[in-house]
């Protein structure tokens, strides 16, 4: 267990670093991050920083001896970054696990392999192939890299007569993944934490995701579902964290099906780290999932994950969204966070806001 005054590396210096060198800080736990961006949100706050290349091997070293523990706050890092700092200090959660999220085909295959439920997939490596993937899926399916796909980046959906070589080519002709549509009542997730010491397991409330143009817009926490199918939900983000030996904050994205007035869960995606879905828990929840993963990667016991209200919603403030700061800072109730980011963007996350009901 580490101790107040211990140094926790963060690879990435986003929004996501940004709040969790926040959290850290309120526990006495000093982050340094790591990343190649100079005006990453997260040198703004942390303790220490390193600008480099996550290729830099000598960098690495010298960050590795400059902190206790190291953990990410995105999964994109590479491979090699991780087993190079492995050497150094532990690194949580462990490479394997990055390994297991970071190849869409890898990740399905492991989700499969413990009897959870995911799309039908087939492995897409030319167009020769995606044609047979689509003789055996259907039109009705979504092409989409196997790694480095976010916010709807990545993918495309095939259509009744379009050209296949064309829609291979449109993902810059990487290895794929062809997956089957779903047809989901509703997106939800489960943010949860394992801990690093005895395997301790919390998880928030599932909650529902609302997307806009294949971004995060809102989530509301609880999601409306049957208490056996949250149950269920959770269950699968446990089962996830302990085959992976996992350590932190991990987040598990869930189709709900319906079939009559039965709902059934099927596994989207799985998020190595803290994520957008569970921001609410930053002002709706007694130990945000920032103090959560902190918490975890340094030993120590995990917080209570209670819900604060009868319902939470948190909504992105995505590209000139965040020039309503103003009356948002008016607004009673209204929780506003703000991410330093320099440049506005068109489908750039710059802050949030979160809303606790009690009536």
């Known amino acids: 267990m580490l101790a107040p005054g211990a140094t926790i590396g963060i690879l990435g210096g986003g929004q996501l670093a940004?709040?969790?060198?926040?959290?850290?800080?309120?526990?006495?736990?000093?982050?340094?991050?790591?990343?190649?961006?100079?005006?990453?949100?997260?040198?703004?706050v942390c303790a220490a920083r390193t600008q480099a290349d996550f290729n830099d091997e000598a960098a690495l070293a010298e960050?590795?001896?400059?902190?206790?523990?190291?953990?990410?706050?995105?999964?994109?890092?590479?491979?090699?970054?991780?087993?190079?700092?492995?050497?150094?200090?532990?690194?949580?959660?462990?490479?394997?696990a990055l390994a297991l999220t970071q190849d869409r085909l890898i990740e399905k295959q492991f989700v499969q392999s413990l009897g959870i439920a995911t799309a039908d997939f087939v492995a897409v490596d030319n167009a020769g192939a995606l044609a047979r993937a689509v003789a055996q899926l259907g039109r009705n399916s979504i092409l989409k890299t196997r790694r480095l796909g976010y916010d709807g980046k990545g993918q495309t959906q095939l259509r009744d007569g379009g050209d296949l070589?064309?829609?291979?080519?449109?993902?810059?002709?990487?290895?794929?993944?062809?997956?089957?549509?779903?047809?989901?009542?509703?997106?939800?997730?489960?943010?949860?934490?394992?801990?690093?010491?005895?395997?301790?397991?919390?998880?928030?409330?599932?909650?529902?995701?609302?997307?806009?143009?294949?971004?995060l817009a809102m989530t509301i926490a609880p999601a409306e579902i049957a208490d056996e199918t949250a149950t269920q939900a959770i269950d699968i983000a446990r089962r996830l964290a302990e085959a992976a030996d996992y350590v932190g904050v991990i987040a598990v994205e869930m189709f709900v099906v319906r079939d009559g007035d039965r709902e059934t869960l099927v596994v989207n995606e799985i998020a190595p780290r803290v994520h957008n879905s569970g921001?609410?828990?930053?002002?709706?929840?007694?130990?945000?999932q920032?103090?959560?993963?902190?918490?975890?990667?340094?030993?120590?016991?995990?917080?209570?994950?209670?819900?604060?209200?009868?319902?939470?919603?948190?909504?992105?403030?995505?590209?000139d969204d965040v020039n309503t700061w103003p009356e948002l800072a008016r607004e009673?109730?209204?929780?506003?966070?703000?991410?330093?980011k320099k440049e506005t963007r068109a489908g750039r996350k710059m802050g949030h806001v979160t809303r606790v009901f009690n009536d």
Request: with cysteine; aromatic share 8%.
């Open 18 to 44: 940004r709040m969790l060198a926040l959290a850290g800080a309120r526990l006495g736990l000093k982050a340094h991050v790591f990343s190649p961006v100079a005006d990453d949100p997260a040198f703004d």
């Open 63 to 96: 960050f590795a001896e400059a902190v206790d523990v190291v953990t990410y706050e995105f999964e994109n890092v590479p491979a090699r970054t991780a087993h190079v700092l492995e050497a150094h200090r532990p690194v949580r959660p462990n490479p394997r």
């Open 165 to 215: 070589a064309v829609a291979f080519r449109t993902l810059g002709g990487a290895p794929c993944i062809l997956e089957s549509v779903v047809p989901f009542e509703k997106e939800v997730s489960v943010v949860a934490a394992r801990g690093g010491l005895h395997g301790e397991f919390r998880a928030y409330d599932v909650s529902e995701n609302l997307h806009e143009q294949h971004i």
């Open 279 to 288: 921001h609410w828990t930053l002002d709706g929840a007694l130990t945000s």
């Open 290 to 319: 920032f103090e959560q993963h902190m918490r975890a990667v340094a030993g120590w016991p995990l917080g209570v994950a209670r819900r604060h209200g009868r319902r939470v919603e948190m909504r992105n403030l995505i590209g």
């Open 332 to 340: 009673d109730g209204a929780c506003l966070h703000l991410y330093g």
